[in-house]
């Protein structure tokens, strides 16, 4: 039994359908009797339509409407029916729910026929809701329940054009490849617009129909990739339309032409047919969002912004134009404008997820790192498949160190994309800096499966190789990286670990040449470019992915490695937009004397890097751990986390710093000029206020008073600025007037304490601040000159900075003075390197030896060897 | 439901209130016959009627089937009621649906349901069984629940250890509908002593039987409604069994069961209600007016005739093929169209529309192949239980007729179509 066409003379308007079903509910309530019926449909957009008229009906008879949605438990819970049908009273039971495969079952069946007879026994009134397939079914497969029936209505009628176009609009496609949910369903979406498009009649009425039809097949074969016959829907679709005068439509069709050129690849005729959609309906925002989205993609910035600007002019709170404007921003680095075009589109569009997926690169890119996460988030929260956000909370959570979840936050990336060889990439960095080696092997295993042609993850695998000890595995990945990587800075790094797993092996040969090699590449650099290069080893752009993806750190271990190999590039310094007489570059022209001579009363320049992707840390340079409970330390960490813009950080640090000593001055005033920055007035007043009661010399108080003025100017309090002006000039008249372009973190003198000058040290190191880190580790020899540890940093600081002579004599002075073979073999190790810096192959020969021999564990020792010369990393 | 007064509409509310497809027809509380009861043409109920009279040996076992709407319930009602029937048997009806659980049915679930049902409604109407077979029954009461309570092995039931038999019945009956792991374990326990279930049926029987002098008759409703496989579990595979109780039974059994080929060994057993001869196979152009009377009778108690154009009551009738359920069915839709029309009367337009409609309604579920079936039936009249024809004779498609021998013919509404 198959369904047939009803002929079109037998079929009824759908007011009087309506009419019908309303009539027979109407008597079956006003005489409490039962009532069965059933309702066929082949439109969903129909039966919406139908339910709603009669659910409004029902609610005007004083009905309340039931929905029952059936499934393949229903036919074994008959308590739970009766249950559900044991109050009837002014009510009418819509079912649904039913399936070709519930109605195949036997048991379900059986049910439905238990089922009619207990309605007529509770003297239920109830609508069963089926397509015609299951009409059809039921009445093959029940034909008892079939004929219990009181009535069946059809519902033949096709969907309005209107419904058809906006649910086009909203379902089919909505202009950029993300905008959309999901392309699940595509092939029964097509299949049932083909079936309605074979059944529409040949008449001149159904010519709208038949037009939206083919706009919407030519948007789903575009969205399946079948470009081709996407062409060809719309273009009849476009010969249709241009018979119903329809200028909206046509542009539509354009809009929808322009899509499939530009998937081709030919932008031009896509941005023409923008353009020719946008002749056609000036008003119809989308052209324009799609032409910015165009430009945008291409490059060409300009175009996109005037594109969305458009689209702005002619709807200001269309979050997608502001969504696309602030993409353009982001791209020419205009953070501040991208972050205010984004809030505007999370403004109009609260549930847009693209939005805060802007806000949290933006956050990301600025060091506001906890509002980057949190903007994420909310875009994750909107959708799960944004593989954008997955990524940008990966990458965070890895910066900051939070491995667990960046682990997590990359497999759901890859749960939405499981070929994103980026991803397995990073996932693969992730697992190696936590030590998981073997979960790295087979992260950088998949990416290579997945594009054999990925250099990087071939050095990467053979980086885990050799730290895994299978030295010789990792030669032909190295080699085989070594062939398709283009950029040289890039072989640089893979010859390096190739040299390194060549003295592994104990072939230095080999190793020597392809030192050699890696700085003949290297050669062409600056010594600052040296120093800054970064092992970008595992992190490859992820254009690709995302725009405003960064790269990630490098892979490899804890040591810090020699300048030219792994120091990671630094992010440029971002333009912060402060106000100039809040913070600025310290002019004096004899800084370093100043700095040596007040080393306490460091000025800190916030021209310095922030705080580069990796952190590199020499074993020995060890982060200031968490649970100290120096103040001064915490301040100085607090300065540190300033200069990074992570003025959260920074807050945290001196509230630690307070809440060890609660009289340290500077601790107060430091925490009172970063809430200046934040525009925390109030609580900068109170705690400058109370800064300049604890701090007992005139010079640092008058920076406090300074800082005060600087504050009541912001509030355009002059007459108080004045006042604290003159104060601060009052207690160092020697600096009056200079003050005002420096806003100065302080750190209170402690010349007892070489330790903390070593841990300060190490504090600037970390932000590659090495002439600082040079002078506090010089301070801290001076306090114990047999102290091999800082003779060694500070070779290392001489190294960071080129001055590689400079360095030797400090190495074996560390060497002479260390005890314990670890160590020396440690300096050793870094001593061949600078001499290796300075082509003295031999002595770096001699050196790496020494190391050598110094250790029983082969292993550990060539693993150190090889720690220190892959340079800056972090080990878990 | 005390707005059914069973009285004759004089507006289309209350005709479309007497013209419901399933209205059951119970006698009135003096015993009289439905106001809406009508005799059919050779009154084929009497055929059951007369078998059950006839003189026995044992107790007689019959099938009752017939189409969907064609009146078996109310004919059953109306059975309980003949006086012939009254003076010979103590008659019970209940709906099996009662019992048990319908779409689980188990011949052991009938033949429980017969001996508690029995038990409990000689008791309920003030009969009275010797003490004797009380205790008996109290100890083989006894045997079930220590069974049941092993099997349960000492957890908490909500099996209640009832005080009487009554209350053991009335439970089992009712944990036998609601409760499939109480269900599944006293059907185990029942099939450990089948005979002796039997035997306490046959107990209770004879001591009713004893006590009134009238045989024990059992009309079982709503056996119709298991399913096909269930109905032939139950009165094909365990038919010696249901056969043994010593009373009057009567079955409900579905057409699907009645048309099926395990029936055949039973068929002579078995009484098929047909529906009203309207004309004679293989000639619409002779009405038989007996028929038409019949039908028309049908539709003059329960409607005002002034709410009806004569042309479209009988245009009513050819199209219900004889069968009440399509005659209420035509009329109800009918009455649905003159109403919307504010029209006085049903006229002949409404007749039209609703069988349009019907027809619509087959129109998207039959195939080409089921027309062309459908042709053929027209053309030849002929009647085969086969799984051919079966589904149509389901669906109504095709209707049952039954004069000198046994015939069909294609539900008058879709002759149209099969004209197209």
Same mark, same amino acid.
């Given at each position: 039994?198959?369904?047939?066409?009803?002929?079109?003379?037998?079929?009824?308007?759908?007011?009087?359908?309506?009419?019908?079903?309303?009539?027979?509910?109407?008597?079956?309530?006003?005489?409490?009797?039962?009532?069965?019926?059933?309702?066929?449909?082949?439109?969903?957009?129909?039966?919406?339509?139908?339910?709603?008229?009669?659910?409004?009906?029902?609610?005007?008879?004083?009905?309340?409407?039931?929905?029952?949605?059936?499934?393949?438990?229903?036919?074994?819970?008959?308590?739970?029916?009766?249950?559900?049908?044991?109050?009837?009273?002014?009510?009418?039971?819509?079912?649904?729910?039913?399936?070709?495969?519930?109605?195949?079952?036997?048991?379900?069946?059986?049910?439905?026929?238990?089922?009619?007879?207990?309605?007529?026994?509770?003297?239920?009134?109830?609508?069963?809701?089926?397509?015609?397939?299951?009409?059809?079914?039921?009445?093959?497969?029940?034909?008892?329940?079939?004929?219990?029936?009181?009535?069946?209505?059809?519902?033949?009628?096709?969907?309005?054009?209107?419904?058809?176009?906006?649910?086009?609009?909203?379902?089919?496609?909505?202009?950029?490849?993300? &905008?959309?949910?999901?392309?699940?369903?595509?092939?029964?979406?097509?299949?049932?617009?083909?079936?309605?498009?074979?059944?529409?009649?040949?008449?001149?009425?159904?010519?709208?129909?038949?037009?939206?039809?083919?706009?919407?097949?030519?948007?789903?074969?575009?969205?399946?990739?079948?470009?081709?016959?996407?062409?060809?829907?719309?273009?009849?679709?476009?010969?249709?339309?241009?018979?119903?005068?329809?200028?909206?439509?046509?542009?539509?069709?354009?809009?929808?032409?322009?899509?499939?050129?530009?998937?081709?690849?030919?932008?031009?005729?896509?941005?023409?047919?923008?353009?020719?959609?946008?002749? =056609?309906?000036?008003?119809?925002?989308?052209?324009?969002?799609?032409?910015?989205?165009?430009?945008?993609?291409?490059?060409?910035?300009?175009?996109?912004?005037?594109?969305?600007?458009?689209?702005?002019?002619?709807?200001?709170?269309?979050?997608?134009?502001?969504?696309?404007?602030?993409?353009? &921003?982001?791209?020419?680095?205009?953070?501040?404008?991208?972050?205010?075009?984004?809030?505007?589109?999370?403004?109009?569009?609260?549930?847009?997820?693209?939005?805060?997926?802007?806000?949290?690169?933006?956050?990301?890119?600025?060091?506001?790192?906890?509002?980057?996460?949190?903007?994420?988030?909310?875009?994750?929260?909107?959708?799960?498949?944004?593989?954008?956000?997955?990524?940008?909370?990966?990458?965070?959570?890895?910066?900051?160190?939070?491995?667990?979840?960046?682990?997590?936050?990359?497999?759901?990336?890859?749960?939405?994309?499981?070929?994103?060889?980026?991803?397995?990439?990073?996932?693969?960095?992730?697992?190696?800096?936590?030590?998981?080696?073997?979960?790295?092997?087979?992260?950088?295993?998949?990416?290579?499966?997945?594009?054999?042609?990925?250099?990087?993850?071939?050095?990467?695998?053979?980086?885990?190789?050799?730290?895994?000890?299978?030295?010789?595995?990792?030669?032909?990945?190295? =080699?085989?990286?070594?062939?398709?990587?283009?950029?040289?800075?890039?072989?640089?790094?893979?010859?390096?670990?190739?040299?390194?797993?060549?003295?592994?092996?104990?072939?230095?040969?080999?190793?020597?040449?392809? &030192?050699?090699?890696?700085?003949?590449?290297?050669?062409?650099?600056?010594?600052?470019?040296?120093?800054?290069?970064?092992?970008?080893?595992?992190?490859?752009?992820?254009?690709?992915?995302?725009?405003?993806?960064?790269?990630?750190?490098?892979?490899?271990?804890?040591?810090?490695?020699?300048?030219?190999?792994?120091?990671?590039?630094?992010?440029?310094?971002?333009?912060?937009?402060?106000?100039?007489?809040?913070?600025?570059?310290?002019?004096?022209?004899?800084?370093?004397?100043?700095?040596?001579?007040?080393?306490?009363?460091?000025?800190?320049?916030?021209?310095?890097?922030?705080?580069?992707?990796?952190?590199?840390?020499?074993?020995?340079?060890?982060?200031?751990?968490?649970?100290?409970?120096?103040?001064?330390?915490?301040?100085?960490?607090?300065?540190?986390?300033?200069?990074?813009?992570?003025?959260?950080?920074?807050?945290?640090?001196?509230?630690?710093?307070?809440? =060890?000593?609660?009289?340290?001055?500077?601790?107060?005033?430091?925490?009172? =000029?970063?809430?200046?920055?934040?525009?925390?007035?109030?609580?900068?007043?109170?705690?400058?206020?109370?800064?300049?009661?604890?701090?007992?010399?005139?010079?640092?108080?008058?920076?406090?008073?300074?800082?005060?003025?600087?504050?009541?100017?912001?509030?355009?309090?002059?007459?108080?600025?004045?006042?604290?002006?003159?104060?601060?000039?009052?207690?160092?008249?020697?600096?009056?007037?200079?003050?005002?372009?420096?806003?100065?973190?302080?750190?209170?003198?402690?010349?007892?304490?070489?330790?903390?000058?070593?841990?300060?040290?190490?504090?600037?190191?970390?932000?590659?601040?090495?002439?600082?880190?040079?002078?506090?580790?010089?301070?801290?020899?001076?306090?114990?000159?047999?102290?091999?540890?800082?003779?060694?940093?500070?070779?290392?600081?001489?190294?960071?900075?080129?001055?590689?002579?400079?360095?030797?004599?400090?190495?074996?002075?560390?060497?002479?003075?260390?005890?314990?073979?670890?160590?020396?073999?440690?300096?050793?190790?870094?001593?061949?390197?600078?001499?290796?810096?300075?082509?003295?192959?031999?002595?770096?020969?001699?050196?790496?030896?020494?190391?050598?021999?110094?250790?029983?564990?082969?292993?550990?020792?060539?693993?150190?060897?090889?720690?220190?010369?892959?340079?800056?990393?972090?080990?878990? | 439901?005390?707005?059914?007064?069973?009285?004759?509409?004089?507006?289309?509310?209350? !005709?479309?209130?007497?013209?419901?497809?399933?209205?059951?027809?119970?006698?009135?509380?003096?015993?009289?016959?439905?106001?809406?009861?009508?005799?059919?043409?050779?009154?084929?109920?009497?055929? $059951?009627?007369?078998?059950?009279?006839?003189?026995?040996?044992?107790?007689?076992?019959?099938?009752?089937?017939?189409?969907?709407?064609?009146?078996?319930?109310?004919?059953?009602?109306?059975?309980?009621?003949?006086?012939?029937?009254?003076?010979?048997?103590?008659?019970?009806?209940?709906?099996?649906?009662?019992?048990?659980?319908?779409?689980?049915?188990?011949?052991?679930? %009938?033949?429980?349901?017969?001996?508690?049902?029995?038990?409990?409604?000689?008791?309920?109407?003030?009969?009275?069984?010797?003490?004797?077979?009380?205790?008996?029954?109290?100890?083989?009461?006894?045997?079930?629940?220590?069974?049941?309570?092993? *099997?349960?092995?000492?957890?908490?039931?909500?099996?209640? /250890?009832?005080?009487?038999?009554? !209350?053991?019945?009335?439970?089992?009956?009712?944990?036998?509908?609601?409760?499939?792991?109480?269900?599944?374990?006293?059907?185990?326990? %029942?099939?450990?002593?089948?005979?002796?279930?039997?035997?306490?049926?046959?107990?209770?029987?004879?001591?009713?039987?004893?006590?009134?002098?009238?045989?024990?008759?059992?009309?079982?409703?709503?056996?119709?409604?298991?399913?096909?496989?269930?109905?032939?579990?139950?009165?094909?595979?365990?038919?010696?069994?249901?056969?043994?109780?010593?009373?009057?039974? *009567?079955?409900? *059994?579905?057409? +699907?069961?009645?048309?099926?080929?395990?029936?055949?060994?039973?068929?002579?057993? +078995? /009484?098929? $209600?047909?529906?009203?001869?309207?004309?004679?196979?293989?000639?619409?152009?002779?009405?038989?007016?007996?028929?038409?009377?019949?039908? !028309?009778?049908?539709?003059?108690?329960?409607?005002?005739?002034?709410?009806?154009?004569?042309?479209?009551?009988?245009?009513?009738?050819?199209?219900?093929?004889?069968?009440?359920?399509?005659?209420?069915?035509?009329?109800?839709?009918?009455?649905?169209?003159?109403?919307?029309?504010?029209?006085?009367?049903?006229?002949?337009?409404?007749?039209?529309?609703?069988?349009?409609?019907?027809?619509?309604?087959?129109?998207?579920?039959?195939?080409?192949?089921?027309?062309?079936? /459908?042709?053929? *039936?027209?053309?030849?009249?002929?009647?085969?239980?086969?799984?051919?024809?079966?589904?149509?004779?389901?669906?109504?498609?095709?209707?049952?007729?039954?004069?000198?021998?046994?015939?069909?013919? %294609?539900?008058? %509404?879709?002759?149209?179509?099969?004209?197209?």
């Amino acid at each position: 039994m198959t369904e047939q066409t009803l002929p079109p003379q037998e079929s009824d308007p759908f007011g009087e359908r309506i009419d019908i079903l309303t009539d027979e509910l109407e008597l079956s309530i006003q005489w409490q009797r039962p009532c069965i019926l059933m309702v066929a449909y082949a439109s969903e957009y129909v039966r919406a339509d139908f339910v709603s008229m009669l659910e409004n009906s029902l609610i005007d008879m004083g009905q309340r409407v039931v929905w029952v949605h059936v499934d393949s438990q229903s036919s074994s819970k008959i308590n739970l029916l009766n249950e559900t049908f044991k109050e009837t009273k002014n009510a009418v039971f819509f079912v649904d729910g039913f399936t070709t495969e519930l109605i195949e079952k036997k048991d379900f069946r059986a049910a439905l026929n238990y089922y009619k007879d207990l309605f007529a026994e509770k003297n239920v009134r109830i609508l069963f809701w089926l397509t015609h397939k299951d009409a059809l079914l039921i009445a093959q497969r029940a034909p008892e329940f079939w004929t219990a029936r009181n009535r069946i209505i059809d519902l033949v009628e096709a969907p309005k054009p209107e419904q058809i176009l906006r649910s086009t609009l909203e379902s089919a496609w909505q202009g950029t490849f993300e &905008y959309n949910n999901h392309f699940d369903d595509t092939e029964a979406k097509i299949t049932l617009r083909e079936s309605f498009l074979t059944e529409l009649p040949r008449s001149a009425e159904s010519t709208g129909t038949r037009a939206n039809l083919l706009l919407t097949l030519g948007v789903l074969h575009w969205r399946k990739g079948d470009y081709e016959k996407a062409d060809e829907m719309l273009q009849n679709a476009l010969k249709v339309a241009a018979r119903m005068h329809d200028n909206w439509f046509e542009a539509e069709c354009f809009n929808a032409i322009a899509l499939v050129k530009s998937s081709l690849g030919r932008n031009d005729e896509a941005i023409d047919a923008y353009k020719q959609a946008i002749k =056609l309906a000036p008003d119809q925002i989308f052209a324009w969002n799609n032409l910015g989205n165009l430009c945008l993609k291409i490059q060409r910035n300009d175009e996109a912004m005037i594109a969305f600007q458009k689209a702005i002019e002619h709807n200001a709170k269309d979050p997608i134009s502001w969504n696309g404007l602030g993409d353009v &921003y982001s791209r020419i680095e205009y953070i501040d404008d991208a972050i205010a075009a984004y809030r505007k589109s999370i403004e109009y569009g609260p549930m847009f997820p693209h939005p805060w997926n802007g806000l949290g690169e933006m956050y990301a890119r600025i060091g506001r790192t906890n509002e980057a996460v949190l903007a994420f988030q909310e875009a994750i929260n909107l959708n799960q498949h944004f593989i954008s956000s997955w990524f940008g909370l990966a990458k965070l959570y890895a910066k900051q160190e939070r491995y667990r979840e960046a682990v997590k936050a990359y497999q759901q990336a890859l749960n939405i994309d499981p070929k994103n060889t980026s991803v397995w990439n990073e996932l693969g960095t992730i697992y190696f800096n936590a030590k998981r080696y073997q979960d790295a092997v087979e992260s950088f295993l998949k990416a290579i499966e997945l594009d054999r042609t990925f250099a990087w993850a071939y050095s990467n695998l053979g980086l885990a190789h050799s730290t895994y000890g299978r030295v010789k595995d990792s030669l032909p990945l190295y =080699l085989k990286s070594l062939g398709l990587f283009t950029d040289d800075k890039d072989k640089a790094v893979t010859w390096n670990r190739l040299a390194n797993s060549y003295r592994m092996l104990n072939d230095y040969g080999n190793a020597i040449k392809a &030192y050699q090699k890696a700085d003949a590449l290297n050669s062409g650099a600056s010594p600052k470019e040296e120093e800054n290069a970064s092992d970008a080893a595992v992190t490859e752009s992820v254009s690709d992915m995302a725009p405003q993806a960064e790269s990630s750190q490098p892979v490899e271990g804890s040591d810090a490695a020699p300048v030219e190999e792994t120091e990671p590039q630094p992010e440029p310094t971002p333009e912060v937009e402060v106000t100039p007489w809040v913070v600025s570059p310290a002019q004096d022209a004899q800084s370093n004397a100043t700095v040596t001579h007040t080393i306490g009363a460091i000025s800190l320049q916030m021209s310095l890097p922030l705080f580069s992707n990796a952190t590199v840390l020499e074993e020995e340079y060890e982060a200031p751990k968490a649970d100290s409970t120096n103040a001064r330390v915490w301040n100085e960490k607090g300065n540190v986390h300033f200069r990074a813009a992570a003025y959260d950080e920074a807050i945290v640090a001196y509230e630690k710093a307070i809440n =060890l000593d609660h009289s340290f001055g500077w601790a107060y005033c430091n925490l009172g =000029l970063t809430y200046l920055t934040q525009n925390r007035y109030a609580e900068a007043i109170l705690l400058l206020q109370k800064s300049i009661e604890l701090l007992v010399l005139d010079r640092d108080r008058a920076v406090a008073w300074n800082g005060l003025g600087n504050l009541y100017r912001r509030l355009n309090d002059y007459d108080n600025a004045v006042v604290a002006y003159q104060k601060a000039d009052e207690l160092d008249p020697e600096n009056a007037g200079v003050r005002d372009d420096v806003e100065s973190f302080h750190s209170e003198q402690n010349t007892n304490n070489a330790r903390v000058w070593n841990e300060l040290g190490d504090l600037f190191f970390k932000s590659n601040s090495y002439l600082e880190a040079a002078n506090c580790y010089s301070k801290a020899i001076e306090m114990e000159p047999m102290n091999s540890s800082s003779f060694s940093n500070l070779a290392l600081c001489f190294t960071y900075q080129s001055k590689f002579e400079e360095a030797i004599p400090l190495y074996l002075k560390s060497i002479e003075l260390s005890h314990a073979d670890a160590e020396k073999a440690a300096s050793w190790n870094k001593l061949g390197n600078v001499y290796r810096k300075l082509n003295d192959y031999d002595n770096a020969v001699t050196a790496y030896q020494n190391a050598v021999k110094l250790t029983n564990e082969q292993t550990t020792v060539v693993s150190r060897a090889r720690f220190s010369l892959l340079g800056n990393c972090y080990v878990d | 439901m005390s707005n059914l007064d069973y009285i004759i509409a004089t507006d289309f509310d209350r !005709a479309w209130l007497n013209f419901e497809l399933d209205l059951p027809l119970k006698p009135t509380r003096d015993g009289m016959p439905n106001p809406f009861y009508i005799d059919r043409p050779s009154n084929p109920i009497a055929e $059951l009627t007369d078998a059950l009279l006839a003189p026995f040996y044992r107790p007689p076992k019959f099938f009752f089937s017939g189409h969907r709407g064609c009146g078996k319930s109310t004919e059953l009602l109306h059975l309980m009621n003949n006086e012939e029937i009254q003076k010979k048997y103590w008659p019970i009806n209940f709906s099996i649906r009662d019992e048990t659980d319908i779409i689980d049915i188990d011949f052991r679930d %009938v033949l429980l349901a017969i001996g508690g049902r029995l038990f409990r409604e000689y008791r309920k109407k003030g009969g009275e069984l010797p003490d004797q077979l009380l205790k008996e029954l109290d100890g083989w009461r006894g045997n079930v629940e220590k069974k049941i309570s092993t *099997v349960l092995e000492g957890r908490v039931s909500s099996y209640e /250890l009832g005080a009487s038999i009554d !209350a053991f019945f009335a439970n089992a009956g009712l944990k036998m509908k609601l409760e499939p792991a109480t269900r599944v374990e006293l059907r185990q326990i %029942v099939e450990t002593d089948i005979t002796g279930l039997i035997a306490i049926i046959n107990h209770i029987a004879a001591a009713i039987y004893s006590k009134e002098r009238r045989i024990p008759l059992i009309l079982i409703d709503d056996m119709d409604k298991p399913d096909l496989d269930k109905a032939r579990a139950i009165f094909h595979d365990r038919r010696e069994i249901m056969m043994q109780p010593n009373c009057a039974i *009567v079955y409900t *059994v579905s057409s +699907a069961l009645f048309y099926s080929k395990e029936f055949d060994a039973i068929r002579d057993q +078995a /009484l098929f $209600l047909p529906n009203i001869n309207l004309h004679p196979a293989g000639d619409l152009s002779c009405n038989f007016s007996q028929g038409y009377t019949t039908l !028309a009778r049908f539709i003059s108690l329960r409607m005002d005739l002034e709410l009806i154009e004569m042309c479209a009551l009988e245009q009513a009738v050819t199209y219900s093929g004889g069968v009440f359920r399509e005659l209420a069915r035509i009329i109800r839709t009918s009455i649905g169209r003159a109403r919307r029309r504010k029209a006085e009367r049903i006229e002949m337009e409404d007749v039209e529309w609703a069988a349009t409609e019907i027809r619509n309604e087959y129109r998207r579920i039959l195939d080409r192949e089921d027309i062309k079936l /459908l042709k053929k *039936v027209r053309d030849n009249n002929h009647l085969e239980y086969s799984e051919r024809l079966r589904p149509l004779l389901q669906l109504l498609a095709l209707l049952e007729y039954r004069d000198n021998e046994n015939w069909c013919d %294609v539900h008058p %509404v879709l002759r149209k179509m099969l004209d197209d």
